[in-house]
């Protein structure tokens, strides 16, 4: 039902959707989201770090939730990490439903606890020196939002 | 007898390694003997703790053993 996976190489998410869509046929609408790096705010680079034994089984748990909460035919759950260049794709989300808005929603469930929740750590390099990312205040209040 | 920390985030630049390999021991003592700035991030309770890849709720009593990977996770910025 989900296909999750923790991706360490580049991905391409046309690629990626096209092949979700023809494995659910039967599903009446499919929303994804797709999460790039922001290009022209000079960053040059962005890094990724995640924990081996914490980040793939928190996404799995997080899929299953997902697939627990909205009627779902099928789940895709694609999240970088490495590094990565402006433009570059750092996930994606893609839910089937037979109705459209229980897609909608669980993509929007899993985009905020991709971004609160998962175990990944980011740090962006700008004018050749690279900081790390402290959560935002946004991306509580976004949880909360799910109850 | 040595047990690895393992540090994620702005942890690492403060460590000045991902991974550092230490005395096993009770966790205070562990800490005790790290460079002070790194002592003080470390204790910051908004650091979780991770003993051999699983979460734990509650740091006091940790005693590392031979082998042990502690993981120390800063709040989290991914997606």
């Given at each position: 039902m989900a296909d999750v996976r923790l991706a360490i190489a580049p991905f391409d998410p046309a690629i990626e959707l096209a092949a979700f869509a023809a494995a659910h046929q039967a599903a009446g609408g499919i929303a994804s989201f797709?999460?790039?790096?922001?290009?022209?705010?000079?960053?040059?680079?962005?890094?990724?770090r995640h924990?081996?034994?914490?980040?793939?089984?928190?996404?799995?748990?997080?899929?299953?939730?997902?697939?627990?909460?909205?009627?779902?035919?099928?789940?895709?759950?694609?999240?970088?990490?490495?590094?990565?260049?402006?433009?570059?794709?750092?996930?994606?989300?893609?839910?089937?439903?037979r109705h459209r808005r229980d897609a909608i929603a669980a993509v929007d469930?899993?985009?905020?606890?991709?971004?609160?929740?998962?175990?990944?750590?980011?740090?962006?390099?700008?004018?050749?020196?690279?900081?790390?990312?402290?959560?935002?205040?946004?991306?509580?209040?976004?949880?909360?939002?799910?109850? | 007898m040595t047990a690895r920390l393992v540090f994620l985030g702005r942890l690492e630049d403060l460590a000045g390694a991902a991974e550092l390999a230490v005395a096993a021991g009770p966790l205070p003592d562990v800490l005790a003997a790290l460079a002070p700035n790194l002592t003080d991030a470390l204790l910051d309770d908004r650091i979780k703790l991770a003993l051999n890849g699983a979460l734990i709720a509650d740091r006091a009593g940790i005693v590392l053993d031979e082998g042990d990977e502690l993981a120390f996770l800063p709040p989290v910025s991914g997606g």
């Open positions: 797709l999460g790039q790096v922001r290009a022209g705010e000079g960053v040059e680079c962005l890094d990724l924990y081996g034994p914490l980040t793939l089984p928190g996404m799995d748990e997080l899929a299953q939730a997902a697939v627990t909460r909205w009627r779902l035919d099928g789940l895709l759950i694609i999240h970088r990490t490495g590094q990565m260049v402006p433009g570059e794709p750092i996930v994606l989300v893609a839910a089937a439903a469930f899993a985009m905020d606890h991709l971004k609160s929740r998962s175990w990944f750590w980011k740090r962006e390099k700008r004018a050749g020196t690279w900081s790390w990312i402290e959560p935002r205040a946004e991306d509580y209040s976004d949880l909360a939002r799910w109850g | -």
